[in-house]
């Protein structure tokens, strides 16, 4: 067995032990030396993938869930100056070309609103943003 197959099989070895990084330190070793070494590239590839396999494993999957809810519960609130109502649609969703609907300030709704106008209250969105 020659020196130069030595290393390989120590990192192939960390690799079944599931010990990654050493086992990409040691590809990375031999690459430097030889950086046309196939089976050093597959292995290094192969043990960075686990690390990265494995962290993404290790993330709490409950704690992924609760993410996931609280995400959600963000986005049911709208934002100050936002709304979730279409422009020139009416309160049904339905579009309706013979009547535009009606702000709450009494405007009727055209392709665009002002900033104040939005939340139903003249004022208030420049009360929160413009001091």
Request: aromatic share 8%; net charge neutral; charged share 20%.
């Amino acid at each position: 067995m020659s020196s130069e197959m030595e290393p390989l099989l120590l990192a192939w070895s960390y690799f079944r032990r599931r010990k990654f990084q050493l086992c990409a330190d040691l590809c990375t070793q031999m690459l430097e030396k030889s950086p046309y070494d196939q089976a050093a590239w597959i292995l290094k590839a192969r043990a960075l993938t686990e690390m990265v396999y494995i962290d993404e494993i290790d993330v709490d999957q409950e704690g992924i869930a609760e993410m996931m809810l609280d995400e959600n519960a963000i986005a049911q609130v709208p934002r100050p100056g936002t709304s979730l109502k279409l422009p020139g649609t009416n309160q049904t969703g339905g579009p309706s070309q013979a009547v535009r609907p009606i702000t709450q300030a009494g405007r009727p709704i055209t392709g665009f609103l002002r900033p104040s106008t939005q939340s139903g209250r003249p004022g208030h969105y420049y009360k929160l943003h413009h001091h």
